[in-house]
């Protein structure tokens, strides 16, 4: 139960964010998606950014099951340095020095998700740090909340 309201709850916030994101590129990506069923945004990127960002989306689910596994073996260290190293603010902007780094293409609200993830990584990473399993699983809820409000809002192809 919990579950289903957390989940529509989401549905509300994607739904929230994607209102507001209302710029001129958007308009004109979503008229390019507009005769799809698919009701996420299409958010265009040069095919170089894509693969990164896909790269990049890999990396995060693998980090996901490591960290999952470290919590249940009560590595709890292990799991923060993985979630800081890999998705959370020392995460951010490795590409940057390619000229294509997806962040760049994405509209400002989808761009406000990618940050509220790592924020929520590293906010995952100091606490887990402090030894307390339950508060550790309860912020990691918070950066799985991340993929997934911007999985339901936004689309590349
Ligand atoms: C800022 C938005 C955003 C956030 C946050 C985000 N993703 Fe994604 N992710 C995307 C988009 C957009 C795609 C491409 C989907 C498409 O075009 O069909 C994608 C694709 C993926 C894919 C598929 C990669 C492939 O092989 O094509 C995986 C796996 C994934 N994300 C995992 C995650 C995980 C795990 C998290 C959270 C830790 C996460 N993502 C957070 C936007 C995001």
Redesign the pocket.
Known sequence: MLRVVSLSMIACLSMFYSVHAETATDKAQEAKGANDSDMRQL?SMPEQARRL??QD??D??A??NEIIGHLATGELVTAAEVAESR?GKSAMGKHRATGMGPGRF?PLA??N??W??HES?SEFSRIAKTGDVKAAYNALQK??A??V???YS????
Do not use: K, N, P
Request: proline share 0%.
């Open positions: 958010v960002m896909q989306m890999l995060h689910l980090a996901l998705m994405m989808m761009r998700l990618g509220g993830m990584a950066v799985t991340s993929c409000a911007c999985h936004y689309r590349t192809r």
